[in-house]
């Protein structure tokens, strides 16, 4: 069982930056895969960006070259750093864990662009 909470969401002005992180309940290095989804209102949940166990990395297109997802071992945790944010990254943001057996989700984090 893996439990992950959240935290950085917020209201912020469409330009601006947000940093969320996800703090995970277990050893980070145990987790094959984590990473960052986004569901808006109406819409399917989809992915923003994954980092693998060796430190692989992959963006959704609309999020390549402002957002950027980065592990803290240390700390079990991994941040997602979004900048030059637009109203249509308004979303609730989730955090998800893929170790070798399971699938995890966090509670999620609301994001709001707008001015």
């Known amino acids: 069982q893996v439990q992950l909470v959240e935290s950085g969401g917020g209201l912020v002005q469409p330009g601006g930056s947000l940093r969320l992180s996800c703090t995970t309940s277990?050893?980070?290095?145990?987790?094959?895969?984590m990473g960052w989804y986004r569901q808006a209102p109406g819409k399917q949940r989809e992915l923003v960006a994954v980092?693998?166990?060796?430190?692989?990395?992959s963006y959704a297109e609309s999020v390549k070259g402002r957002f950027t997802i980065s592990k803290d071992s240390a700390k079990n945790t991994v941040i997602l750093q979004m900048n030059r944010l637009k109203p249509e990254d308004t979303a609730v943001y989730y955090c998800?864990?893929?170790?070798?057996?399971?699938?995890?989700w966090g509670q999620g984090t609301q994001v709001t662009v707008s001015s």
């Open positions: 998800n864990a893929r170790p070798a057996l399971g699938n995890y």
């Open positions: 277990t050893s980070i290095s145990t987790i094959n895969l």
């Open positions: 980092i693998t166990g060796i430190g692989t990395i």
